[in-house]
């Protein structure tokens, strides 16, 4: 099969699939909770994917070419029997890999059913090991033992990777990245440290609150001496820094400083059913409607290599150059 290409020669390979907007966190620089309050409207059941939808839209997607699946939110752990999505997935022909982004509080009871459910890898969002800091950025003053269990019950699960995300923000939790990288240094798990990004149009974003990637990396090495490592597949998003030593290593995420536009693969499918060709996208295409009103998976497949086909996305890129700022869609909605 021709690999599916958008015009800068892109392949598709990667389908990020938000399960649910709603979450049980409010953290600062996604999901404010002045914005996100208890009024706010989030999607009725009705409009959200079925299993069933989400089941036969990957089953298009990988006969596109797409090989990786991430689960996400809001908060994914949320949307009811979510291990039985994960097996109606896991059994897709053409998925190789199934990963799950979540913030960690609800997988002491989830996390042996979604390995057994064929989930390999997971990601769970840290931003500081400081209880306090922690509190205030998570915007419910949940406490960071919570978190700690559930990083816990992932490791007692046997997932095959695990990995942490610190979204640093200047004059919030940069004091906490050296602290990351010693505490879980040495463990097999690995922490991603993220540029806050402008995505979205609520979480306050400014470029001076941005520390640069160059200078997170530059904290840990002064510490424990770290050096660059090729990529693990072509895409990937994290920049990888290994420890001399051999004590793991840690991930640099820099769509600010360093855009990676050049080799994006992935796309986004909405709780509700659109395909967003970009993180910083302000609205995405309906695969709902067509495929409730009867479109065979030929048509889906179709529709799908039109929009990829026409894809020009380069938002980091027009961001570096001053030629960003159209209104974008909230990442608590596309998952990140």
Known sequence: MNALLDTRGRPLRDLRISVTDRCNLRCTYCMPADVFGPGY??????????????????RVFAGLGVRKLRL???????????????????????????????????????AVALR?????????????????????MNGLDVPLAAVLKGIEAARDAGFEQIKLNTVVQRGVNEASVAAMAERWRGTGIT?????????????????????PAREIRDVVHA????????????????????????????????????????????ARLSPRGELFTCLFAGSGHDLRGPLRAGAADADLQALVRRIWGARDDRYSELRAAGQAGHPKAEMSYLGG
């Open 191 to 211: 922490v991603r440290f993220i540029e806050f990004m402008d995505v979205g149009n609520t979480n306050g974003w400014r470029l001076d609150q941005v520390v």
């Open 72 to 110: 996400t939110g809001g908060e994914p752990t949320l949307r009811r029997d979510l291990p039985a999505l994960v097996a109606r997935l896991a059994a897709t022909p053409g998925i190789e890999d199934i990963a799950l982004t979540t913030n960690g509080l609800l997988l002491p009871g989830m």
């Open 41 to 58: 409207p989030f999607l009725p059941r009705a409009e959200v994917l079925t299993f069933e939808e989400i089941e036969r839209l990957a």
């Open 116 to 136: 057994r459910a064929g989930l390999r890898r997971v990601t769970i969002s840290l931003d500081s090991l400081d209880d306090a800091t922690f509190r205030r």
């Open 223 to 266: 510490r424990w001496p770290i050096e660059p490592v090729d990529p693990a597949f072509p895409g990937e998003v994290a920049k990888r820094w290994r420890y001399r030593d051999g004590q793991g290593e840690i991930g640099l995420i820099s769509s600010v400083t360093s855009t990676f536009c050049g080799d994006c693969n992935r």
